[in-house]
C-alpha cells in the first residue's frame, strides 16, 4: 500500500552467505544490528521463534513449536505441508546464554545432524554462524538433492510478495 | 525424481572428491582436450584416464565427442549448476528467514526500551 512507509520500515538488510565448508559441513553466516542478548532470546523463547523460523512460501504452516531450551532438553516443531505432515525434533547438548547453542536434528534416516548456533556480539551488532554438521557426506549429498534444508525451494520466488506484506502488517502492531 | 536428483549429487560429489578429476576439469576449463593428451599431462595410462573421464562424464561435469579415432572432451557444466543453485536457494531461504528475525529483535529492542521508561517513572 504506502511503499514509503514500508521501505522505512525495513532499513538496509545483510548479507545472509552459505558455504559448503566440507563434504560435511554447511555454513550460514549473517549480521543481525543488534546485541546478542536479543537474538539469543529471539532464538530460545518459542513464541519468538515461531515468528521469523518458518519459511513463509505457500502450503507451509508451523502447527506446534516446542522448545524445552536447556542442556538435554528437547525440542519439536511440527508443520502442515498440503495434506500431509512433518516433524523435525531434537535435544540441545549446549545452551550457553547469548553465545552459544548447540542442538542434534534426530529426525533424518541418515543419523543425526548437529546444528551449532554462535552469537558473536561486536559494537552492538551480532555476528550469527549457523554451522551444520551432517553425520555423513552422503546424508548433506542428499540432503542438497531433496531440498530438504532448503524448506521448499520451488516456492521461494513467493517469498518477496510475503515478505513485502509481512513488512507493512508487522508495523502495524 | 528425488532419488534421482540424490543419484545424480552423489555422483557429482564423489567426481569432485579425486585430485586427478579435479586437475582434468581445471584443464578443460582453459580448452577441450583429447583423453590421450590428458592421459600424458597427468602421467597415466590411457585406460586409467579413460576411467576418470568415465566418473566425470556420469556425473555430467563432462562430455565426450568422438572425431575419428580421437575422442575429446569438455567441460560440462551442468551439475556443478545445479548446486550452485541450491546454494543460492537455500541462501534465500536464509535470507528471508534472518530478515524476519530482524524484525523480533527489532521489537523486542523497542519494547525493553519503553519498559525502561516505564521502570524510570
Given amino acids: ?173 | 525424481m528425488v532419488q534421482y536428483c540424490q543419484t545424480h549429487f552423489d555422483a557429482s560429489f564423489g567426481a569432485l572428491s579425486d585430485a586427478t578429476r579435479r586437475g582434468v576439469l581445471e584443464q578443460l576449463g582453459r580448452a577441450d582436450a583429447s583423453i590421450s593428451a590428458l592421459a600424458e599431462n597427468f602421467h597415466m595410462t590411457l585406460t586409467g584416464m579413460k576411467k576418470h573421464v568415465g566418473v566425470l562424464e556420469e556425473a555430467g561435469l563432462v562430455t565426450t565427442e568422438k572425431v575419428g579415432r580421437v575422442r575429446t572432451c569438455k567441460l560440462g557444466v551442468c551439475a556443478l549448476q545445479e548446486e550452485a543453485a541450491w546454494i543460492e536457494r537455500y541462501r534465500q531461504l536464509w535470507g528471508a528467514r534472518f530478515d524476519e528475525l530482524d524484525k523480533v529483535v527489532e521489537k523486542l529492542k523497542r519494547k525493553e526500551r519503553v519498559d525502561g521508561r516505564k521502570k524510570r517513572k
Fill in chain 1, 1 to 173: 500500500m504506502d511503499e514509503r512507509r514500508e521501505s522505512d520500515a525495513t532499513p538496509t538488510k545483510n548479507h545472509t552467505t552459505v558455504e559448503r565448508r566440507s563434504e560435511r559441513e554447511l555454513v550460514v553466516t549473517r549480521t543481525v544490528n543488534e546485541p546478542a542478548r536479543l537474538v539469543f532470546e529471539a532464538w530460545t523463547k518459542a513464541e519468538l521463534f515461531r515468528r521469523w523460523w518458518v519459511p513463509k512460501s505457500c502450503g507451509l504452516t508451523l502447527l506446534s513449536c516446542e522448545m524445552d531450551v536447556r542442556v538435554g532438553g528437547r525440542y519439536r516443531l511440527v508443520f502442515s505441508h498440503q495434506a500431509s505432515t512433518m516433524e523435525f525434533f531434537g535435544t540441545y547438548l549446549e545452551v550457553t546464554p547469548h553465545s552459544c547453542l548447540v542442538w542434534t536434528n534426530e529426525e533424518g534416516d541418515n543419523g543425526e545432524t548437529v546444528t551449532t548456533v554462535t552469537f558473536d556480539e561486536n559494537a552492538g551488532k551480532t555476528l550469527l554462524v549457523v554451522h551444520d554438521l551432517y553425520p555423513s557426506k552422503e546424508a548433506l549429498d542428499a540432503a542438497v538433492a531433496s531440498g530438504s534444508t532448503g524448506g521448499m525451494p520451488e516456492t521461494l520466488d513467493q517469498l518477496d510478495e510475503l515478505l513485502a506484506s509481512l513488512g507493512s502488517s508487522t508495523e502495524t502492531k
